[in-house]
């Protein structure tokens, strides 16, 4: 069975960088598009960005200047980097896989349990 | 970006009773070339993440129970529950990936009444 594991830190101080990491167990990381979500509290899901194994990036243009995602295929994790966070960061962030590598399967069948990620002085 | 409109904001269904959500886009996610819409259902209870419940609006994600089902086309989508289980209070979301970036409704609060 496949799962989604994500750790990183949860509290962090305005302008600091959030780091977070989902890691691939039980299956195969070819074949799909990995996502980071956010969702702040009480509120709906912003998709934040996507990469493939081969490293092929895809940003939403609201947080692009902020965003960086990698990947490590040989241990089958990959990466968000978010920088210069504010209050307005503060959200529990997902990873989340999707049904397969063209747009027609860009529905997300597989999350991770979330992280809070905290942004306070 | 395509923005997404779920309606109701929250509906109190009673057990057994059917439910009926809402969900427009701003513009179509048909696409003629394959005739497959867009457009997936997500159910979400609180402290968990989003659960696939249907994509292409209307195939069912495996394991999900066939009291769900889905239906619409182009820009105007519904997902109903045929009889309401005491498991389905939710918060209920639709997506559409039609267009990066993906956007999702705001979401439909199903209570039990």
């Known amino acids: 069975q496949v799962q989604l594991q994500q750790w990183g830190a949860g509290l962090l101080k305005p302008s600091e960088t959030l780091s977070l990491t989902c890691g691939v167990s039980g299956g195969s990381f070819s074949g799909h598009y990995w996502s980071w979500f956010r969702q702040p509290p009480g509120k709906g899901l912003e998709w934040i960005g996507d990469m493939n194994e081969s490293g092929s990036t895809n940003y939403n243009p609201s947080l692009k200047t902020r965003v960086t995602t990698s990947v490590d295929s040989s241990k089958s994790q990959f990466s968000l980097r978010l920088t210069s966070v504010t209050a307005a960061d503060t959200a529990v962030y997902y990873c989340a896989r999707t049904g397969g590598l063209t747009p027609l399967y860009w529905y997300f069948d597989l999350w991770g349990r979330g992280t809070l990620v905290t942004v306070s002085s | 970006d395509i923005v997404m409109t779920q309606s109701p904001d929250s509906l109190a269904v009673s057990l057994g009773d059917r439910a009926t959500i809402s969900c427009k886009s701003s513009?179509?996610?048909?696409?003629?070339?394959?005739?497959?819409?867009?457009l997936a259902w997500y159910q979400q209870k609180p402290g968990q993440p989003p659960r696939l419940l249907m994509y292409?609006?209307?195939t069912r994600e495996s394991g999900v129970p066939d009291r769900f089902s889905g239906s619409g086309s182009g820009t105007d989508f519904t997902l109903t529950i045929s009889s309401l289980q005491a498991e389905d209070a939710a918060v209920y979301y639709c997506?559409?990936?039609?267009?990066?970036?993906?956007?999702f409704g705001p979401g439909t609060k199903v209570e039990i009444k």
């Open positions: 513009q179509s996610v048909l696409y003629t070339s394959n005739n497959k819409n867009y």
């Open positions: 292409w609006a209307s």
């Open positions: 997506q559409q990936f039609w267009r990066t970036p993906t956007t």
